[in-house]
């Protein structure tokens, strides 16, 4: 029997693959892609408990395949979280990315998932700020000082030169202190401070990224200023009247949202609060405006903001993170990033 091996990368190794990619034009182009039905995204697999101090703890697997060529790439991520892990100094979620082989069906490469997952969500926000956000910026606002929140501002101060301030909120002062003492080191050019709470973060710049661990929402309409664009990226941080009155609202796919009543916009689309241009619910529905891929192929038209604020509310599909485990697992082979395991 032949031998037989699974390249593996760790966080280190994946970005040092990152740093060859453009993730934001990966992420486009498979929206682009997804929307056009060129993908496929099977059911996600979902499993919850409470760990031993009584924290929200789950596993999610999600599979996805997507166009690469003439042919098809397939692949996984296993995303693991629990809510008391910062309390154990670990990040909040974590886990593995795989490629498939299209041939073999085996796993040719499994990376560390937290470093892809956090810049797959921002390169989303990056697409979606260059479509629906304001006109220009130069200051964002971030809630939540995590692994996803240092991402995102790395991301868009990269993506948008203009952006010169940063403010941060998050629940543990030290934390939040932290970021920004990080940021002072590596981006001297960006100027972050840490706020006193919530609502001050929410209505300090043009930009809100919500990137926290709440399962209740306490975002609303009066928070985020006026001609904003708010990227929810995390669970459930905007509050039913914050969804209700945005000038517009646009998610990543509208029957992911549907099929998650865990979280408010889910819940609201099963109620028939929420509803879609093509499927109106109940005469006082909000309309969610569209997806993002139907902005980028033009089905739907952008909308950035004028008087209010637009929400961009990503669900987190897995194609995208099939889509860019995939274009690492290729500059890995090409460059020799990572360790080759034997399995046989």
Same mark, same amino acid.
């Given at each position: 029997m032949p031998g037989e091996s699974i390249r593996f990368l760790n966080r280190a190794a994946v970005a040092a693959c990152l740093s060859k990619l453009?993730?934001?034009? %990966?992420?486009?182009?498979?929206?682009?892609? $997804?929307t056009l039905g060129r993908t496929e995204l099977p059911a996600e697999g979902y499993l919850s408990w409470s760990n031993s101090v009584g924290a929200y703890s789950r596993?999610?697997?999600m599979l996805g395949a997507v166009p690469s060529g003439d042919a098809m790439a397939y692949g996984m991520k296993l995303i693991n979280a629990s809510v008391s892990n910062p309390q154990r100094g670990l990040e909040r979620a974590g886990g593995l990315s795989f490629a498939f082989d299209s041939e073999?069906?085996? @796993? &040719?490469?499994?990376? #560390?998932?937290? =470093? /892809? &997952?956090?810049?797959?969500?921002?390169?989303?926000? %990056?697409?979606?700020?260059? $479509? =629906?956000?304001? #006109? &220009?910026f130069d200051a964002v606002s971030l809630i939540g000082a995590g692994t996803l929140a240092r991402v995102h501002l790395e991301a868009i101060a990269e993506a948008f030169p203009a952006v010169r301030r940063a403010?941060?909120?998050d629940l543990e002062p030290a934390r939040a202190r932290a970021f920004r003492e990080d940021f002072r080191t590596r981006r001297p050019d960006l100027e972050v401070s840490v706020v006193a709470g919530a609502r001050q973060a929410a209505g300090a710049a043009p930009v809100l990224i919500t990137a926290t661990t709440s399962n209740d929402p306490y975002i609303p309409a009066g928070w985020p200023a006026a001609g *904003?664009?708010?990227?929810? %990226? &995390? =669970?459930?941080?905007?509050?039913e009247d914050a969804f209700r009155s945005a000038e517009a609202i646009f998610v990543d796919d509208v029957e992911l949202v549907r099929e998650n009543?865990?979280?408010?916009?889910?819940?609201? /689309?099963?109620?028939?609060s929420l509803a879609t241009v093509d499927e109106p619910g109940r @005469?006082?529905?909000?309309?969610?405006?569209? *997806?993002?891929? #139907?902005? =980028?192929i033009g089905r739907r038209a952008a909308q950035r903001p004028q008087q209010g604020y637009v929400i961009s509310n990503p669900f987190g599909m897995a194609v995208l993170d099939v889509a860019l485990i995939h274009a690492v697992a290729q500059v890995a082979r090409a460059t020799g990033a990572g360790q080759l395991l034997e399995l046989l």
């Open positions: 453009d993730a934001a034009e %990966v992420v486009a182009r498979t929206l682009r892609e $997804h596993a999610i697997a073999t069906a085996r @796993p &040719s490469v499994v990376a #560390e998932a937290g =470093l /892809l &997952s956090a810049v797959r969500t921002a390169a989303y926000t %990056v697409v979606s700020l260059r $479509h =629906l956000g304001p #006109e &220009s403010y941060v909120f *904003s664009f708010v990227a929810h %990226v &995390s =669970l459930d941080d905007l509050t009543p865990r979280r408010v916009m889910g819940r609201l /689309l099963q109620e028939g @005469p006082d529905a909000r309309v969610i405006d569209g *997806s993002l891929g #139907e902005v =980028l």
